[in-house]
């Protein structure tokens, strides 16, 4: 029994540390992303705003649903705006929007409206709107992750799949 108890302190003394190291580095990450969420924004509102866009640009609304507390969200935003490809295919057929979930700001009539996927699948979670405001397409994150990003060839996939 002391031979087992001495085994569990010595995981969990190697496992702290590095631990505490991986919190640190996700950190840093988030610090230096963009930070797209608008925590103060009316999301219900922006969303009216945008669907009459999307209307007139005859595109769709892509809605990712998270927070600026979130790694994925803002390394989603990242690829999706940098990415010349992907940037391409997003400034072509959607307008894309950031709805913000977080303490400060759950945007309840957003999500009564719309739903809010993220409470079931995590975040971020995805929303493809057409410009009536229906619901199209939900989709979740961990099926475009790879490693501790995205894959491009499965974001792509997805841009395009969904038109």
């Known amino acids: 029994m002391k031979k087992y108890l ?12 590095a631990m505490a190291q991986q919190t640190e580095e996700i950190t840093q990450e988030k610090a230096r992303l963009p930070h797209p969420y608008n925590v103060e924004e009316d999301g219900d509102a922006k969303i009216t705003e945008l ?14 649903i998270g927070g600026n507390w979130c790694v994925w969200c803002l390394r989603f935003n990242n690829l999706v705006t940098t ?20 303490p400060e700001n759950k945007n309840p009539k957003a999500f009564a409206k719309y739903g809010n996927p993220g409470e079931k699948f995590g975040y971020p979670a995805f929303l493809i709107i057409d410009s009536k405001g229906t619901v199209l397409y939900t989709q979740k994150s961990e099926e475009l992750e790879e490693g501790r990003g995205y894959s491009t060839a499965k974001v792509k996939k997805f841009l395009q799949g969904r038109l």
């Open 83 to 102: 990415d010349p490809q992907l940037k391409t295919i997003l400034d072509k057929k959607y307008i894309y929007y950031h709805l913000n979930y977080s």
């Open 6 to 17: 001495l085994f569990l302190l010595g995981l969990f003394a190697t496992a702290l540390p």
């Open 51 to 64: 669907l009459k866009k999307a209307k007139k640009e005859h595109k769709k609304l892509l809605v990712q």
